[in-house]
């Protein structure tokens, strides 16, 4: 049989949310959480995982160094021929620890690795290029469909087997350009193309274009002590309760809220309900994501014209770009609208 070492978090291993985040790694022999149905796919190639090793995701993303050295010793004392981590789907935490350690792995152990994540989670960009990623949806609804993709892709990895195009294999793609033998001269692919596009037909391009967002700087605030100055943030403050129900990850909404005559976010009143980190210190003084005590200190003392009297917030754990880029239009909006000429924009 040719043997697998799994990697995964925490969560998928049964032991815990972000209360066992901090765990540190450990391995199980045979096949744990998603593993399991992973093995099943695997077998019918006479491929098989023999150990699993699992790793808190705050651990490994607080301790990267040491984690990374941990791991490899114990994917190494199982002789593995081939390594696979996650799928992490759009855990960006979760998608940094699975393409850090297979990159690793790759180059300290000399072995194919493959992971797999939603193509909007941050580990995809840092790792795309580094090693194959197969792309998933962005939750474990998704782990049906994900887990024979992974399979598919691992067994031609393994077995040394040409590896296609990632609209044709399922993985996101890598930026790589590859000389091929085409049946039709260039020219004349062009042309259909160009044809294709001034009737609105589909067509797929042969080399697809980077797309960058450019966001031209505002000048700077010329006399601060006039300003009205507004808080916006993506770590998830909320009044106690969460009355608008925002998600702890892959937010649908932003909340807006008053905060008039509010000097102080006490734990009585208002907590995160970001589901990315460790809730306990915002929880406890919610200040310390939204720092409304110090811009209400900085207004008294004359440092700021004024603290708006509204802040907005949403969850950025997860959250897609495209809702992202709604939020901060509407937000914006209602911004300028009142009248507000500085953001401060706090995360977690």
Do not use: W
Not at 266 to 277: R, V
């Amino acid at each position: 049989m040719i043997r697998v070492v799994h990697y995964i978090n925490q969560f998928y291993a049964g032991i815990g949310g972000e209360e066992k985040a901090d765990i540190k790694p450990e391995v199980r022999e045979g096949v744990v959480g998603p593993g399991m149905g992973l093995n099943g796919l695997l077998k019918k190639e006479d491929i098989e995982i023999v150990a699993t090793v699992i790793c808190g995701d705050s651990y490994f993303n607080e301790n990267i160094d040491e984690a990374k050295a941990e791991i490899i010793e114990m994917v190494k004392s199982y002789n593995p021929d081939l390594f696979i981590a996650g799928p992490a789907f759009n855990a960006g935490r979760y998608g940094v620890a699975c393409g850090t350690i297979a990159e690793e792995v790759q180059a300290k152990l000399n072995i194919p690795v493959l992971t797999a994540m939603y193509p909007e989670n941050p580990g995809a960009d840092m790792y795309k290029k580094a090693v194959y990623i197969v792309e998933t949806r962005n939750s474990a609804v998704g782990m049906r469909d994900a887990l024979p993709k992974i399979a598919k892709l691992a067994v031609k990895l393994v077995k040394g087997q040409e590896i296609l195009s990632p609209a044709e294999e399922g993985y996101i793609e890598r930026g790589i350009r590859k000389n091929y033998f085409a049946t039709e001269r260039g020219s004349k692919r062009a042309v259909n193309m160009l044809a294709k596009k001034l009737k609105d037909e589909e067509f797929v391009t042969e080399f697809k274009m980077p797309v960058f967002d450019r966001v031209d700087p505002q000048p700077a605030v010329k006399d601060i002590t006039k300003v009205k100055v507004a808080l916006v943030t993506s770590g998830g403050i909320v009044p106690k309760g969460n009355p608008d129900h925002i998600e702890s990850s892959n937010a649908s909404k932003y909340g807006e809220y008053c905060i008039e005559g509010v000097v102080d976010l006490t734990a009585d009143t208002y907590e995160t309900a970001h589901g990315g980190y460790d809730p306990t210190y915002a929880n406890d003084d919610s200040d310390r994501v939204l720092p409304v005590d110090v811009l209400r200190q900085m207004e008294k003392e004359g440092k700021i014209g004024s603290l708006h009297n509204k802040f907005y917030t949403t969850v950025g754990n997860g959250t897609a770009v495209a809702s992202s880029k709604k939020f901060g239009a509407e937000i914006a909006q209602k911004l300028v609208a009142d009248g507000v000429q500085a953001v401060i924009l706090t995360s977690t």
